[in-house]
């Protein structure tokens, strides 16, 4: 079993940043596979960014060259860094971590922008 805690979201205004912590309960390795996944009001989830493997990232095209996917090893923690936040970008941000064949969920965060 894995527990992931998400810690860092809030309300902000447009352009402003925030960041995103995910801090799994034990050590999930240094190859690994995460995401976070961003469900807007009456939208399905969807995923904005994963990391796959510790290296490759992959980010949905709406928040490239806006947020930024990283991993502290040492902490087991993944990172979202989420830049120029225009309203649209509003909803409830999920972490996500694929290990050993199971996929594991934070809490969910809403993350409000004001325009």
């Known amino acids: 079993q894995v527990q992931l805690v998400e810690s860092g979201g809030g309300e902000v205004q447009a352009g402003d940043s925030l960041r995103r912590a995910c801090a799994a309960s034990r050590n999930i390795g240094s190859k690994k596979t995460c995401g976070w996944y961003r469900q807007a009001p009456g939208k399905e989830r969807e995923l904005g960014a994963g990391?796959?493997?510790?290296?490759?990232?992959k980010y949905a095209d709406s928040v490239k060259g806006r947020f930024t996917i990283s991993s502290d090893n040492a902490k087991s923690t993944v990172y979202l860094q989420l830049n120029s936040l225009p309203p649209d970008d509003t909803g409830v941000y999920y972490c996500s971590s694929y290990v050993r064949g199971t996929n594991y969920w934070g809490q969910g965060t809403q993350v409000t922008v004001s325009s």
């Open positions: 990391i796959y493997g510790g290296r490759a990232t």
